[in-house]
């Protein structure tokens, strides 16, 4: 059994999780912790309040008593609005505290575009412009080159948390058309659903997409040093070495 802890904010697109999991198999385990969200705002204060160590901490104690072996700060707003060594502090201070590898959805995106061999991108964040901006940012510190961005300027979690596949389609293939040779699509917040739809995403858009719950699971499996065969999941699921699904 492999156990994978998840510290997420709120109650938005946690259902996701759950979803994952099942998908993944019998011997892998997705527990979520929930830390307190504070404002509820896609604002650049709130939002490095939200991902500050107090919070973090909070949940960290919860999440030990699971028996986790791997930490994922699942947020990705939460750990880019601190810059790349900002984020690295923070996810350092978090495996410091909680004891086990640790990582947040930020680096998550990083890390698996550099698995797919990706480098050119397109995002599509639900983000306001300014914080989507960061992002993009974030990204081309990690070495990516951002071919693209589209924002939704939604402000609220909540909100971004009633968004269907229709949305989310729409989305995906808007920050697609403004590409040019974009080898991947990023959808950002994990506050989105997105686990029912990477198939159809994928298909629509004939390359790989990569969403914020998605890698923040695959995240947690880099840090236990497992690969999953789990196709449903997406392309990012269907790398070498593998445990068959």
């Known amino acids: ?17 759950p979803r994952i999991e099942q998908l993944l198999g019998s011997d892998i385990r997705v527990d979520l912790v929930h830390t307190d969200i504070g404002v509820d705002a896609h604002r650049v204060d709130a939002l490095r309040e939200m991902g500050s160590a ?20 699942a947020c990705t707003s939460g750990s880019f609005v601190y810059g790349w060594e900002g984020a690295q502090e923070q996810v350092r ?4 505290l909680a004891g086990m590898p640790a990582s947040s959805t930020s680096f998550a995106f990083v890390h698996a575009a550099r698995e797919l061999g990706v480098r050119r991108v397109a995002v599509g964040a639900t983000y306001p412009e300014e914080v989507t901006a960061l992002f993009a940012d974030f990204l081309r510190a990690g070495g990516l080159e951002v071919v ?49 739809y990477l198939g159809l995403l994928e298909k629509a858009l004939s390359k790989p997409v990569l969403t914020a719950n998605q890698v923040s699971v695959w995240e947690g499996l880099r840090l236990a040093d497992r690969r999953v065969n789990a196709p449903r999941l997406g392309k990012l699921f269907t790398r070498e070495p593998i445990v068959q699904v």
């Not at 059994?1 to 999780?17: F, I, V």
């Not at 920050?175 to 950002?188: H, N, R, W």
């Open 54 to 73: 107090e919070r973090l901490a909070a949940g960290v104690a919860e999440l030990r008593l699971t028996g986790a072996e791997t930490v994922v700060w």
């Open 93 to 96: 201070a978090l495996a410091r």
């Open 1 to 17: 059994m492999t156990a994978l802890g998840l510290l997420y904010p709120g109650h938005s697109g946690e259902d996701d999780y």
């Open 148 to 196: 693209a961005v589209r924002s939704s300027g939604i402000v609220t979690a909540a909100e971004v948390g009633t968004w269907g596949e229709e949305e989310v389609l729409t989305l995906a293939r808007a920050a697609d058309a403004d590409a040019s040779g974009a080898e991947a699509v990023l959808l950002p917040d994990t506050a989105l659903h997105t686990a029912a």
